[in-house]
């Protein structure tokens, strides 16, 4: 059988435990979070863990095993598979009809039963659950645990007479994450801090600052819009959604100082041509110093997006500095889009969006390896290595009526550490629109500065 230490980097990779800031039930925050559930996802594992957790004991003592519901129940089946030793199963409350049993299976008064709990912590669950199986008049002597958290809990119960069999204490398991460097000396210490009953103070994670972030970014156009952010002191981008010509060139020449990027949807254009569409707000992105971002949401196989970027009517790599693109395709369906930077859509603003857990994990995979991405549209944080876009900003409304649902500046700002906010009818559909956009750029800075 593998060591005890591989047996755990084997249960660790499956996420069993996360480090940072965690409210735990009690109110109280933790540096470190447990959740052994997904061990009961692998069955190689489990049945690993059974064996582990049954060559502690002695067997012959036991007639019944039990596990604490819920997260116990898998490992107390796999070790009664493994070891014939009967099982039985408490509920967390009665049922209100049938036999109304809070404990079901086969048993006799006078047994000795071995219960299974996947995590100690202040022993309350096991006190609780040690009383109800003896009221059913069977005995506990014995309880094994995978992970005791040290925090009086193991004490607490072997004061009472029973004992306590832990594969695993908190401290072993941080001193191997520490040895192989899944942590680093400042986690330890933490909650080396928190186990001796010391409060852990948090340090407070700052927003990375517009330079800072553009000391580590390393596309061109993630550049050159942090360029502009902090030369126009601006990290307001303007959706330019417009259907003629004149009125998309009217909009971008009386916003265009107050912003770092101009949003288009192109193809709504009525009267498009390349000549006295494009060149004139080629030249205005140019007076005004902004970038072209063309808001084309591609989400096809990788040749039929390059056909789309390069070709036909509105030839946008021609003159789109960044487009937002789907990363439903999978990453080589990005490879096409070599003229300008990417803004990935993670996450849509939309109520009754599909964008969920799942695909923003899948999604985000992506994002932070493929070069051509600068950043993502998202209504959550990101790694500060992205730069994260967010739509559905509005100043004056919460909503639409049709889906749209809407955030201030200072609320995305801080809230998602948003780079850049998008701004669409907030500003066009305003009255006097360079005033507007005037207001959202010195709301927008100041909440960056703020959350600095």
């Given at each position: 059988m593998e060591s005890k230490k591989e047996f755990f980097l084997e249960c660790y990779k499956l996420g069993i435990i996360k480090f940072g800031r965690f409210t735990l039930k009690s109110g109280i925050e933790s540096p470190f979070y447990v959740d052994l559930r997904p061990l009961a996802s692998d069955p190689k594992i489990l049945k690993k863990l059974a064996n582990y957790l049954l060559d502690m004991?002695?067997?012959?003592?036991?007639?019944?095993?039990?596990?604490?519901?819920y997260a116990a129940l898998p490992m107390a089946t796999?070790?009664?598979?493994?070891?014939?030793?009967?099982?039985?199963?408490?509920?967390?409350?009665?049922?209100?009809?049938?036999?109304?049993?809070?404990?079901e299976g086969i048993y006799e008064k006078g047994q000795n039963c071995l219960l299974v709990e996947d995590v100690i912590t202040?022993?309350?669950?096991?006190?609780?659950?040690?009383?109800?199986?003896?009221?059913?008049?069977?005995?506990?002597?014995?309880?094994?645990?995978v992970l005791d958290r040290e925090q009086g809990g193991k004490e607490k119960l072997e004061e009472k007479g029973y004992k306590v069999h832990s594969l695993f204490n908190i401290s072993e398991v941080v001193e191997i994450l520490r040895e192989v460097n899944y942590i680093d000396e400042e986690e330890v210490?933490?909650?080396?801090?928190?186990?001796?009953?010391?409060?852990?103070?948090?340090?407070?994670?700052?927003?990375?600052?517009?330079?800072?972030?553009?000391?580590?970014t390393e596309h061109s156009f993630a550049k050159k819009i942090?360029?502009?952010?902090?030369?126009?002191?601006?990290?307001?981008?303007?959706?330019?959604?417009?259907?003629?010509?004149?009125?998309?060139?009217?909009?971008?020449?009386?916003?265009?100082?107050?912003?770092?990027a101009l949003k288009t949807h192109i193809d709504i254009l009525n009267d498009f041509d390349a000549d006295e569409t494009i060149l004139p707000l080629k030249d205005?992105?140019?007076?005004?110093?902004?970038?072209?971002?063309?808001?084309?949401?591609?989400?096809?196989?990788?040749?039929t997006q390059e056909l789309q970027f390069s070709y036909g009517t509105f030839k946008i790599s021609n003159w789109a500095d960044l487009i937002t693109?789907?990363?439903?395709?999978?990453?080589?369906?990005?490879?096409?889009?070599?003229?300008?930077?990417?803004?990935?859509?993670?996450?849509?603003?939309?109520?009754?969006?599909?964008?969920?857990?799942?695909?923003?994990?899948?999604?985000?995979?992506?994002?932070?390896?493929?070069?051509?991405?600068v950043g993502c549209v998202a209504q959550n944080k990101v790694p500060d290595n992205i730069l994260l876009f967010t739509p559905?900003?509005?100043?004056?409304?919460?909503?639409?009526?049709?889906?749209?649902?809407?955030?201030?500046?200072?609320?995305?700002?801080?809230?998602?550490?948003?780079?850049?906010?998008?701004?669409?009818?907030?500003?066009?559909?305003?009255?006097d629109p360079e005033l507007e956009a005037l207001r959202y750029k010195t709301e927008g800075w100041q909440a960056y500065q703020d959350a600095l």
């Open positions: 004991l002695p067997l012959d003592n036991f007639d019944i095993i039990c596990g604490v519901p796999a070790m009664s598979l493994e070891s014939y030793l009967p099982l039985i199963i408490k509920r967390k409350e009665a049922k209100a009809y049938g036999t109304k049993k809070l404990i202040s022993g309350k669950s096991l006190v609780e659950t040690i009383d109800e199986v003896e009221n059913e008049g069977i005995k506990v002597s014995d309880i094994v645990v210490a933490r909650i080396r801090d928190f186990v001796n009953g010391n409060q852990v103070v948090f340090q407070e994670k700052k927003r990375l600052s517009y330079e800072q972030k553009l000391e580590i942090l360029e502009i952010a902090i030369e126009k002191r601006s990290n307001l981008i303007a959706s330019a959604d417009f259907i003629t010509t004149q009125e998309l060139l009217n909009f971008a020449d009386i916003v265009g100082p107050h912003i770092v205005l992105a140019a007076k005004h110093n902004f970038l072209l971002m063309e808001d084309r949401k591609f989400a096809d196989i990788g040749n693109s789907h990363v439903i395709g999978g990453s080589k369906s990005l490879d096409c889009f070599v003229n300008a930077g990417i803004v990935a859509i993670l996450g849509m603003s939309s109520e009754g969006t599909l964008t969920d857990s799942h695909y923003r994990e899948e999604a985000l995979k992506i994002i932070e390896n493929h070069p051509n991405i559905g900003v509005n100043l004056g409304t919460s909503g639409d009526g049709k889906g749209q649902q809407y955030n201030s500046p200072e609320h995305v700002i801080k809230n998602y550490n948003t780079d850049f906010i998008i701004v669409g009818r907030g500003i066009y559909k305003a009255d």
